[in-house]
Structures are given as C-alpha cells and as structure tokens.
C-alpha cells in the first residue's frame, strides 16, 4: 500500500474531524466525529502495520485521537481514564522520539486528572513520578526536535513538519508539575506539595506566564503555607516575592491611567489578601519566641526555680535565635526548578532580587524588646491596613478577626516588654480595642462565642493591670522602706493568731509587713498571669484563632 495515498486520506478525514470539533452546535456533530475517528484509527493501524517506517508516526496520530476522544466524546469518566491509559502505555516505550513527547505529555496531565477524580491516587502518583526523568533530557536538547502531533496528519515527510515551540513544552511539563503538587496535596505530604508548587511558581515566573497579580496572590498563599508549616524563612522569602511583584505591577500600571482605573479596585484587594498573610506571618514568629521563652523557663528542675521572684526572662542569653523550622524534611537533593536535583537555595526565587525587601522583614527570634518593637510596627502597618478596610456593618467577621488580632499583637508587644510603665501603657490600649470590640458585639445577635472570647481577654487584661500596678506599687515602696523578715513573719503570725475578727488592714500591719504582702501578692498575681498566658501558648489557640473560625481567604 503507498503511504503517502493512505497519508493522504488520512488528512482529508483530519481536516473534517476539526471542523466537526470546531462546530459545537451540530445536531449530527457527535455521531459524524465518532465515526470519523474510528475511520482514522482503523487507517492509522493499518498505516503502522504495512509501513514500517510510519510505525512511530501512526502511534503517535492514534495517541492525539485517543487525546481528543476524551476530552470530546460524551462516555464515561471510567471510559476516559481506560483509552488514556491504553494510549499511554503503547506510547511511553517510544516517549523521547521526536514525534511522541509532546502528547505523551499531554496525555499524562489529563489521565492523572481522571485518576485523581477516581481517586487512583496511588497509580497517579506512579505515573506523574515515573516521567520525572524525561524532563532533564528535555532540556538538554535543541529547542526545535520536537513535533506536536496534531501536526502529523499531513502527507509532509517527518523532517518536513515544523517543530514545536519550545515554550508549549515548558507549558505542559509545568502543568505536570502542578498537577504533582496537587495530587501531594491531597495526599497530605506537606513538604513535597510546597516543593512542586514552588517549582511551578519559579517556572511561571521565568516563562512569564500568566499576569503578575495572579502569579504574586498564589505565591503568597503558598508564603502563608509556609508560615502554617512554621519553616519562616521560606515564609519571609514568598511573601516578600509576592509584594515585590505585585508592588511592580502596581507602580507600572499607575504610569498608564486608563488601564490603572480599571484595575485599581483589584490592586487594594490583592494587597488586602498580602496584608491578611503578613499579619499571621509576624503572629506566628510572635507566638514561637514566647513559647519558647517561656517553654525554657518553666522546664527548669523544680529545685533551681524560685517562683517568688519576678520573671525577667528577656534578659536570659538565648542560645539559637534562629526559628525552628518544623516539618523540614532530610530529603536530601531536592529538584530545582529546570528537574535538576540541587540541595541549595529549592525555595528562592533567584531572578528576583529580594535582599532589601528581607532585610525589613524580622524572621529571628525575637529575645528583646527592641526586636519586639521592630516586629510589632511590621506587623501592625499591615494589619491597620487591613483593619481600615473593613466596616463593621458590612464586613463583621473580618472586623471581628482584625480587632482580636490587634489585640493580641499588643499582647505580644507588652509580653516583651521590661519597663513596666510602657507595659501598662501598651495593655491599656489592648483593654480599649477589646472594650470597643465588645461594645460593638453588644448590639448584634449570634456572636456569643466571640463574646466569651473577648470578654476572657478582658479578664487576662486586668490580670496583667493588677500585676503591673501592684509591681508600681512595690517598686514605689521598696525605695522608701527597710524591709525586716523576721519582723515582718511575727507581725504577721500574731495578727492572724488574734481573736479578733477583723482583716488585716493598714492599722494593724506596719510598713515593712506591707511590704511582705505587696511582694508576695504581687509575685502570686504576676506569676498567675503569666500562667494563665503561659496555658494559652503552649496547650490552646489565642482568641483570634478561636473566633468564629474567621476564614480570611476571601
């Protein structure tokens, strides 16, 4: 049989498949393209057969038919996954010849799709894995050696089709890649599903594909991941990534008015969402610094800790100030983002230059007030911005989920802080953002859970007041008294020893007794306080977390 006659047929019946594909609102569109494709498959096979030479071009013409069936032909999803399957097989010995890459390819992101939809998750996960190694060897090729093989249904010889653009190669083994990183996700492997979703982020962003706004929102979700994951470093870098492109944008865009009308309102939304992350990202380093300063302090032996004195833990010499990052995996090499195996620098994205941008965001344990101070104005410029954004009348759940977070930041603030005027100071204005908060949830129905939330802050805070006033009061004392012990315990012990029923009062304790109990109610108040905070870092959520399970995704 002469090929290039078969050839020929072959392609008239192609260009009538297109056309029938192209017109979707033909009444006999279905039964004309299944009867097209079969009459192209049963040729194609025969093609393969007789022809030797046309052996790998015809598998790789009844590969695309099998592509097409799926995605056009009304069967069943268990059908789909079937001829997909079928088609794979017959094509990956054959995966790296010129005519068959680019549909092996394709045909592996849609039949992983519907294994993932049947949840087949352990044989797509096979598959997406199993193709890995291809994608080094593509890229040491020359860019023009491959063909798509809807570009084979002609009489032309091999060596006479034009290649492939190298970008629609790129484009698919993206997808792939992102296909990777979602089914890791679904199976709950955190560290390989932020490792894949990096690599597409750092290959979108090198191909430049897609809009910049889009491309910063999803790596700063990915940052938020990250921050989920407490590994901050990774955190930092995305979310500085993120506002970097996004700030670009933003500034590119002004300089062409028209086009910056238009999309003023999705600019504000965008750095809406980056403030949201920022602000869990500076919370969370707040909350891994006092657990473990406190964690340190309290897991001292018994014998060593003297629970009467006033706890000065800031001023004890932290060893590592660099944030635990939990779930770091030893993978050992790790893929970069061309499927090259490295161990430096996975999660960066090096054409960005994101080393100004860092330097301003803290990301070390915070040990002293000054940090504290310098991560407090961080995060609070971008949680105020936020927090401005929203009315209570029409957003409540966020403007709920702003003023506890702005009173916990406060609380971290003051937590740090060793001056005791300015720790009054700073738990006052948390007791006024909680007491307006309060005052507002007064007027609305079905919010009594954020009211018990709010109403136990409040309760903390004059906790906290009432330690720091009796510690004022104690300080004020303690520079005009001599304090005597032993005097002190007999005044004590005889005034408890009377008869009579009266309280201990100022008329029947003398100064230095005053003194004693000034000191020992302020070390039992301070020292609950700082239990009650203590029991919230190290077993339950803050009140921010509880509330409502404010989802601030949208």
């Known amino acids: 049989m002469d090929s290039d006659t078969v050839l020929d047929r072959i392609a008239r019946t192609f260009e009538d498949v297109k056309n029938i594909v192209r017109n979707k609102h033909s009444c006999e569109r279905l039964p004309n393209l299944k009867k097209d494709i079969q009459y192209l498959q049963t040729e194609l096979s025969v093609l393969g057969k007789e022809n030797h030479a046309q052996f790998i071009r015809s598998l790789a013409m009844e590969s695309y038919l099998a592509l097409l069936t799926a995605k056009s032909m009304p069967i069943s999803l268990i059908e789909k996954r079937n001829i997909l399957q079928t088609a794979f097989d017959k094509i990956k010995p054959y995966a790296f010849r010129e005519e068959c890459l680019f549909i092996l390819l394709r045909i592996q992101n849609l039949l992983c799709y519907y294994l993932i939809q049947l949840d087949q998750t352990s044989l797509a996960r096979e598959i997406l894995e199993s193709i890995e190694e291809l994608y080094d060897k593509i890229n040491d090729c020359k860019p023009d050696t491959f063909i798509d093989a809807e570009d084979l249904f002609t009489i032309e010889a091999i060596n006479k089709i034009k290649r492939i653009n190298p970008e629609k190669i790129d484009k698919v083994i993206t997808n792939n890649l992102q296909m990777q990183a979602f089914l890791y996700n679904k199976l709950n492997i955190p560290n390989k599903y932020t490792l894949y979703n990096h690599l597409v982020l750092r290959r979108q962003l090198e191909m430049k594909e897609g809009t910049p706004q889009d491309w910063a929102l999803r790596t700063a979700r990915l940052g938020n991941f990250f921050t989920y994951l407490i590994q901050l470093s990774h955190a930092r870098h995305h979310l500085c990534a993120a506002y970097h492109v996004l700030r670009t944008c933003h500034d590119n865009c002004k300089l062409m008015p028209e086009e910056f009308v238009i999309q003023k309102a999705d600019f504000e939304m965008n750095f809406l969402e980056l403030s949201h992350h920022w602000v869990k990202y500076g919370l969370a380093l707040f909350n891994i610094s006092r657990k473990k300063l406190l964690s340190k302090y309290f897991m001292q032996p018994p014998s060593k800790a003297d629970l009467w004195k006033n706890m000065n833990i800031l001023e004890e010499h932290t060893e590592n100030t660099k944030v635990p990052e939990e779930n770091e995996k030893d993978s050992g090499a790790e893929k970069n983002a061309n499927g090259d195996f490295s161990n430096n620098n996975i999660f960066t994205f090096p054409s960005l230059d994101l080393k100004d941008i860092e330097k301003r965001v803290p990301v070390d344990i915070i040990k002293t007030s000054e940090d504290a101070r310098v991560l407090f104005a961080f995060v609070h410029k971008w949680l105020m911005r936020a927090k401005h954004y929203y009315d209570f009348e029409q957003h409540p759940s966020q403007y709920i989920s702003c003023s506890l977070q702005l009173a916990e930041l406060y609380e971290h603030l ?40 709010v109403i136990r802050e409040l ?8 330690a720091l006033n009796l510690q004022k009061l104690w300080r004020e004392e303690s520079q005009t008294n001599i304090i005597n012990l032993n005097a002190d315990a007999d005044s004590i012990i005889n005034s408890l020893d009377s008869e009579s029923t009266k309280t201990l009062t100022e008329k029947t304790l003398n100064t230095s007794s005053k003194n004693v109990f000034l000191r020992k109610m302020e070390a039992a108040t301070s020292l609950n306080g700082r239990l009650f905070r203590l029991s919230g870092q190290l077993n339950a959520k803050t009140p921010s977390e509880l509330s409502l399970a404010i989802d601030l995704k949208n």
């Open 459 to 466: 309760s903390q805070v004059q906790l906290e007041l009432m």
């Open 414 to 453: 003051a937590f740090f802080e060793k001056n005791i005027d300015n720790q009054y100071s700073i738990q006052k204005r948390r007791a006024d953002v909680l007491e307006a908060l309060n005052s507002l949830l007064k007027t609305c129905d079905n919010v009594m859970s954020v009211q018990i939330d």
